[in-house]
């Protein structure tokens, strides 16, 4: 029998790489999705911010693990196989877009109207006031949430595991199997997750930090 | 008798000695006022007689009891020692007769029935008897700073500490809240207060005292006190503040 | 798509899928309740003047915050037994989920009684109240207020990862869920008709959430009245 050695730690260590790309993926993929759903729930149409919302709310209101076994089978009724990383993928980035959408769209709403007026008074483009007037103001204020939410995205990669991709959960259950130590391993599996998400963490409430200095020194 | 003894008290924030040796002895029915500049210690001084500050040296009796860093005894002295302050500190949650009752209920172990009772006289002395179910934060400031003497009162006590309490008032509502404090006096209860109102410490105080640099530059019987200074200093100070 | 829905072979699921709503909602509830009275605890005890349990607060609240759900699971129910320390499946996720939840709402309320101004304190302080009766009845009600929204997502937020307990075999909506799938092969159904209930829970918890705050804050009643 295999004890938990420093081969089984470089293995779980090596899958390490697989946590890390779901996690961009997701979280690039979700950011893009998110800005969009974000300008959508700001935009004149109420229809467009209606639907939206409902997008929204549906999405945040699905257990990602559910999430994530729909976009695995779903396609195999159009015949389509997908592997686990995809459907891994697909799920996270839906749910980030939602969660990424809410917190930029509260962001967006939390710039006071006088700035939109004040450029609309310049005759600036909306697009050009979006760009150089309020998202430059918007992304400072949510950047804290949205630092703080890539560390639920990295922990949330950890779900792909039951639908078998192996990242660094899934690493830890194989090695647990065969080496009959899972408490070691585990332990080994959750200091990896912590390694990663502490620093962001900390970064995260470091801006918060000087976010809140900034507003009270205004 | 001496309801408030302090000796030689010494405070120091780091490097920064607020406290060099005060001395003070107030006796039962005595209202005595602390005035000076900010940062001359009167503030620090009151509030280290309830034990909000801790003192570096020199020691302090409050209605027979000793100061104590244990908290049950600090409790105990607290008990007889009320303070206001000049933010008033109500607690928003509660309405004015909660504020009130609070204490009475939780510390001295009164029945709720008899804490409301005295929580309504206490309102009633300070002229909101029909504001017992009224929220602080409907109040205006001047109307929150009468619950919080209210609030003081209903514990009791043998001595009250004011800590500017008309400080963060508009001019117009210091005079209500001022009226309860002249009130209080003519009734014979000890207090102490650190003010800018030079007019009502001359006129309610039987003794001013005059803190400078972290001691007692100078103090008598307000009449004296305010007609006659004796030290330059406390003359300058009279000047600018009366103008 | 030649696909055609068939839900019919669902029913007679439904005693199964019944019994997984019930665990889902008895699994929340207490991670829910016994997660508020962990954080409250863990909150009040950072707030004590020594240096100790609040170090060992901020160890315990760091660690559930970024480690995730699913490998706490793990640890507790595959890992334990190896120190000796054996429990169910059911056993293991509550602790699990009663654990996380308390890191997070201890992380909240934290912030809620750091917000409270010291002169509370003091006036608490000068009336003669302890400390204990100080935070239980001047510094906490406001606390748990200012803070209540925010413990309310993250409750809901626990409400939708209860779902994870289904990977070590407990029955709950999605455990129940993965059995009626691969017994019908109605994969397609059965997840939509799951998805449907955790959005409708999703609503019902906030809801009565929500409620459950108005009856317990009476500012926040009385803000709502004024407004309307």
Redesign the interface.
Known sequence: MRTFGTNEFLFIVYALQWTITLTAIAFVGGGVVGICLALLRISSRRLLRVITSGYMQFVQGLPLLILMFVCYYAPSLFGLEVSAIAAAAIALTINSSAFLGAIWESALRAIPKAQWESADALAMTPYKTLRFVIAPQAIRLALPSTVGFLVQVIKQTSIASIIGFVEITRAGQLVSNATFEPLKTFLAVAALYFALCFPLTQISLWLERRAARRGSRA | MSVVVANNIRKSFGPLEVLKGVSLDVRGGEVVALIGRSGSGKSTFLRCLNGLETVDGGDISVAGHAMSRNPAALRKLRRDVGIVFQSYNLFPHLTAGENIMLAPVQVKGESKAAAREEALRCLTMVGLGDRFDTYPDMLSGGQQQRIAIARSLAMQPKVLLFDEVTSALDPELTGEVLAVIENLARQGMTMLLVTHEMGFARRVANRTIFMKDGIIHEEGPSAEFFANPKTPELAAFLRSEIG | ?N?TFQFGPLVAYLPQLLNGLWLTLVLSFLGIFGGFMIGVACAVASTLPSRLPRFLVRCYV??M????????I??IF??????GIRMSPMNSVLIALMLNNGGYIAEIVRGGIQSTHR??F??????????F?TLR??IL??AL?KVFSPVVSQCVLLM??T??V??IGVEDL?GA?MIA?SETFR??EV??V??AI??S???VFRALLNAAGLII???SR?TLLRRT
Do not use: D, H, K
Not at chain 3, 78 to 83: A, E, S
């Open positions: 798509m696909y760091e660690v915050r970024n480690t995730p759900l699913l490998v706490q793990f640890v595959f890992g334990l037994p190896n120190i002169s509370q003091e006036a608490a302080e000068s009336l003669g109240l302890s400390y009766q009845f001047v009600p406001p207020e939708l990862s779902s994870l289904s990977a999605t869920a799938s994969t397609m997840y939509l799951i998805a955790y959005v829970l999703n609503f804050f009476t500012r009385r």
